[in-house]
């Protein structure tokens, strides 16, 4: 793909690695060292397996997966050992806060608002927007990776996550274009679930079958994913607390996946299914995901994986609209959003939208979100330009794979 290509700063850091014949020889990633650096470093050893049975065998699972299939390079594993090292560490202080004040576990999470669908289809624009209203709260990217008081100050908080969000265009800068990240931002559900090691973070940026494979065999883990949603919804409430007792508003692409689980956990959620044309959608995509794996591998077989997300999705969506229609989803719980009705009348498709929500509109609220689009056109930061065959996708067997997905919702080609 013509975007995957290293800045300098980048090429020659990786050159440290091949140096030595091995960029396992610089920075390793061996499952137990790192958890004995946890335990030294935090002083703490309590990974709550009785709470969160099964915890601890994903970690082993994925890290050995991650070291010897994802053909990191130099800046990959140092970016995967730090974020590893970061989330032992945290799960362990949550660990101890949620055992010193139990009263975390107790925080009421009431008609949380999510808004899922595929990746690319308007959930990351839709998000925004409605977090501009008062009667809803996101969580916010900061919070998410430092969920604890004890990491400092929000300001220091602010600066420390910039590490895992602008960093990230400044080693793979068309990225931006694609997608922006920011301490400061409303951010996506995969940034506070990476605390389970069967979140969906970890599949998005790494090729590790092996795990996968076993994934796929031990999908009660989901189970467990979402009860850790809840709790850190509740760390995030207990530490700054709202007055005014805000509904939560959530988002994550993922979700549209696990939407049997998110309704077993909040079965009095709504949900916002966002819809687009599968031949932008899905090559865009593959473009992002092989961004984010190119931070940290060479290695990104991208025709591959377009042929992956294709099978993927269709399953997803399919299953969607099977659950709904035979009533295992509450139908009734769910509002369908449209990509090109956003973008023609964003405040319009709002107003949609609160209705079938059972939201009020707030005074004065059309002038807040349409000074909010003015002030973040689309491609303030560049382009993000993609296109089927950019990605390997053949455009006949796209349309065919999702065929069904888009008489059933009735969506427009673009």
Known sequence: MRQLEHPDWVRRLNYLGDAVGDPRRVVALDPVELLETAFATTGLDDLGEAEWPGWSETYRRLLPSVDTESSLHLLGRVLTRAEVLRVLQTWLRLQAAWK?????????IEQPVFVVGPPRTGTTILLELLALDPQLRAPIAYEALHPLPSSGTVERRLE????????????????????????????????????DFAGPYWSMVYDAPSF???QLEHLDSLGRVYRLHRRM??????HAPDPERRRWLLKSPYHVASLPQLFAEYPDARVVHTHRDPLKFLPSLVSILSAVRFMRSDAVDVAGL???????YKMFLEGAVQSRADGSLPDDRIVDSHFTDLMAEPVAALHRLY????????????????????AKPKGKHGAHRYSPADVG???????????????HYGIAEE
């Open 100 to 108: 010193a004040t139990p009263a975390i576990a107790g925080v009421p």
């Open 233 to 238: 919804l509740q760390t995030f409430e207990h």
């Open 355 to 374: 209705e079938g929500l059972g939201l009020s509109w707030p005074e004065g609220h059309d002038a807040v979100v349409t000074g909010y689009l003015a």
């Open 212 to 214: 996968t494979g076993w």
């Open 306 to 312: 377009a042929a992956v997300m294709e099978i993927t």
């Open 160 to 195: 420390l996550a910039e590490a895992e969000q602008e960093l990230w265009s400044d080693i793979h800068p068309p990225f931006l274009t694609m997608h922006e990240l920011a301490s400061h931002l409303p951010c996506e559900c995969v940034h506070f679930l990476m605390y």
């Open 393 to 407: 996708l053949d455009p006949a067997s796209v349309r065919r794979s999702f065929e069904g997905y888009v008489a």
